[in-house]
DNA sequence: TTTAGTAATAATAATAATTACTATTTATAG
DNA sequence: CTATAAATAGTAATTATTATTATTACTAAA
């Protein structure tokens, strides 16, 4: 594992993802970078996102469509919208209990786990009620 | 929405899904359909995933490397094991409570939620094990 | 401050997973 | 049977991601 050498790219990145509550896609942060980066590449955000996720700094989360990222590291659950696919951060704290529960009619070692919901996302709601008073 | 053709291939692919335990990709699907249809293409078996899904006679299950069907209509929750990437099925129950209490302090409407739990399966411990005794 | 070493970069090519297209075949209702 | 439309095989295209490589930019030590 060879020594981690500063860079403004990651730097920024990181502070993107930090400030912003909608995980966004590796393409989001690309689009983004390049007002700061006009010649940042993509290989370069991809690079980036993975070591920061590797060190532990940020999470992928894996959902229908492309790969998602989380500047928060507090333990949380996900909602994902079924009309937007916008994912949100729930409130409820992470129910440590399951593992336990899960562990017992289990034969591995269970180490960590999440948990996504699904839904209609307020904002979609609002939106359909909208057009059936139309 | 058309109305629903019968298929020999789309009957063998759900069989196939049923058979198993190990949710499989769709190119391990095809791999083994060619047993049966040796000029099915790889195009069928996507098509006909997406269509059992769909109308909910299997499930997509989203990870990190390529999507897996899972036959097993039963709700349950996953084991994914960070060295070999199988996907397992947990005996404990889905916690519908969960979706309750996640909705406290939530905007939107939840309909569902899936938990998926990260570990080591038994079968990597007894390989582990194994080495460190060499 | 140079300078040597090496990690990080931009640009691009390559790969993997999935979807779209199209001419032909097949299921099924009449 | 036959007409219709869905499903198929074969193939091309797209999307998401990773790999390659020559060049640039950190960083530590002279």
Do not use: W
């Amino acid at each position: 594992m060879p020594a981690l050498k500063y860079s403004r790219q990651r730097e920024s990145i990181k502070l993107f993802l930090m400030n912003r509550k909608d995980h966004p896609t590796a393409d989001m942060v690309y689009v983004n970078m390049r007002e700061k980066f006009p010649h940042i590449s993509l290989g370069t955000v991809y690079r980036n996102l993975s070591l920061l996720a590797e060190i532990g700094e940020i999470t992928k989360i894996s959902t229908e469509g492309p790969d998602r990222f989380d500047a928060n590291q507090n333990p949380h659950y996900h909602f994902i919208c079924r009309r937007c696919q916008a994912v949100l951060d729930m409130a409820l704290p992470l129910v440590k209990s399951l593992e336990a529960e899960a562990a017992r009619d289990f034969d591995g070692t269970i180490q960590s786990h999440t948990a996504t919901f699904y839904g209609i996302c307020s904002h979609c709601m609002e939106k359909e009620t909208r057009e059936q008073n139309n």
